[in-house]
């Protein structure tokens, strides 16, 4: 099996790709339903404060033709309690926004449970909008006997005052396909103080840290530990930890690895289908799991990419469904001409292959000629203008050549599926050239093509001082193979 990074809707990918039965343990972190637009933060040229933000997902549903087809197909499926629930759940809430979301969890939650092996387990996490349909949902697809825990994530947030209780958890769901969990490895924390007092005069230096795992350098006395219960105080990521790649609902590592420490073991199949910016395959990776990790933004996938190369530079993996050749590329391509959200799919991957920030694709018009930037020096910036067309000419350099002027940016590339004609080299080499002190003169106007891009990748333009610090770096992880045997 080894490692998998699908980039698609995971109904599809899971129906086409991922065999009956093959997977040790899900762990699903899906939108929740709670009408936020998130925002991906890019690093803007003064550092953290974002220049750019795009649209990552919206995790928003309507009842529409896609939500009737799930609730169709959960209907067709032939787990009848699974039917029979979401149908009286359309009885209780009509055809809203609730009901879409819940169609299109359940149809997906019967995939997962095919997957799965009979020894697995699921967590599900989600938040109080929709959690008290979601258990009923899985009671129905796993069987109300197969429940095993409601989790509560407990942190801590910046206190605010209002008109009900601040809340400070998340909820995480833990299911296994049989009564009988196959793995099921058990953790420590500390016991509490009264504990202790109780045991006083016994050794009490046990620590541990955020995963359950004993600290190896602290002494060991089982008078001090009990086992893991359900409740789990880990901090979010802070804004300023090195943790943080930008992504709005990233989850810490530490919590993945409780899961996945307690759920698996080295070596097993660990599925992660809504995963974001990749935080189960990275805690996967560190635990020596083989993982699967599907997503239908190509953001999340070109970040996870370099979250697992910065952190583990030996790692292994196949990207599934982001163009890997030339007629990829014109196949997304192509499936943009049809649909908007492709079209941006294709920009977006483009871009991230010269590692620029994308532009702000979805507000219609407030590009004005900029589909990406990219920062260089202390203060300077190119401009990306990509075409996924075959018709290119020479009007379009010089329209980059006044968006550069306009824009007051240093440099304008040219970012194109289709090659360039001779008079459109003749226009961009008329636009000389630009000169940043220290540094070479470099072309004023470049011109790239998609397939010097996926050959060079950034090395396909030339910048005066080029900052790499496009996405943020995901802290190198040691490698886990010189630590020794995990103490479980
Ligand atoms: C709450 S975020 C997951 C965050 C993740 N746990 C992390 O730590 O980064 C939900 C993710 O589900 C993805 N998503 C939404 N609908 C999807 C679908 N149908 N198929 C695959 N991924 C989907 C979104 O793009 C988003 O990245």
Not at 81 to 104: T, V
Not at 209 to 224: F, L, V
Not at 332 to 354: M, P, Q, T, V
Request: glycine share 6%; charged share 25%.
């Amino acid at each position: 099996m080894t490692n998998h990074l699908y980039y698609g809707d995971n109904l599809s990918v899971l129906r086409k790709s991922i065999a009956d039965e093959c997977v040790d343990l899900i762990y699903l972190d899906p939108p929740f339903n709670s009408n936020a637009s998130y925002n991906v933060l890019f690093k803007g040229p003064q550092g953290n404060q974002s220049a750019a933000q795009i649209e990552a997902f919206d995790d928003t549903w309507h009842w529409n033709d896609s939500a009737e087809s799930a609730f169709q197909e959960v209907r067709r499926s032939g787990n009848g309690a699974a039917a029979s629930m979401l149908n009286a759940m359309r009885g209780f809430l009509g055809d809203n926004d609730m009901m879409a979301y819940l169609a299109m969890m359940a149809v997906r939650l019967l995939e997962l449970h095919r997957v799965l092996k009979p020894t697995g387990s699921l967590y599900l996490h989600c938040d109080p909008t929709a959690s008290h349909y979601l258990k009923i949902l899985l009671d129905a697809v796993f069987g109300a006997a197969n429940f095993q825990n409601e989790i509560i994530w407990s942190y801590r947030r910046w206190p605010t005052k209002a008109r009900r209780f601040q809340r400070m958890h998340d909820v995480i769901f833990y299911y296994t396909k049989s009564s009988e969990p196959g793995v099921f490895n058990t953790l420590y924390q500390e016991a509490s103080e009264s504990s202790k007092k109780r045991w006083k005069g016994k050794k009490q230096n046990v620590t541990f840290d955020e995963t359950g795992h004993r600290n190896p350098t602290a002494e060991t006395s089982d008078e001090s530990t009990v086992p893991l219960n359900t409740v789990w105080p880990i901090p979010v990521i802070a804004p300023v930890s090195k943790e943080r790649l930008g992504y709005p609902t990233q989850k810490p590592v530490a919590l993945l690895e409780r899961i996945i420490n307690a759920s698996s073991n080295p070596g097993d199949v660990v599925l992660d289908p809504f995963c974001g910016c990749g935080t189960t395959v990275h805690a996967a990776q560190k635990l020596d799991r083989q993982w699967i990790g599907i997503d239908v933004t190509h953001l999340a996938i070109g970040l996870i990419e370099k979250r697992l190369r910065d952190a583990f530079p030996k790692v292994e993996f196949t990207t599934h469904g982001v163009p890997q050749d030339i007629a990829g590329a014109r196949d997304l391509a192509n499936r943009g001409r049809d649909d908007k959200n492709y079209y941006f799919e294709f920009e977006k991957w483009a871009l991230s292959l010269i590692n620029a920030q994308p532009g702000n694709q979805s507000k219609k018009g407030a590009d004005k000629g900029i589909d990406g930037n990219i920062y260089f020096g202390r203060t300077d910036r190119a401009i990306v203008s990509v075409k996924a067309g075959e018709n290119v000419g020479v009007a379009m350099i010089r329209d980059l050549r006044g968006v550069i002027e306009r824009e007051g940016a240093a440099i304008g590339i040219f970012l194109t599926l289709t090659e360039p004609t001779k008079p459109m080299v003749a226009e961009a080499a008329s636009a000389g050239q630009c000169t940043v002190e220290g540094f070479a003169p470099v072309p004023r106007i470049q011109i790239v093509t998609i397939q010097q891009a996926m050959d060079l990748r950034d090395r396909a333009l030339i910048l005066p001082a080029r900052r790499d610090d496009t996405f943020k770096k995901a802290p190198r992880e040691a490698d886990h193979r010189a630590q020794g045997k995990l103490d479980l």
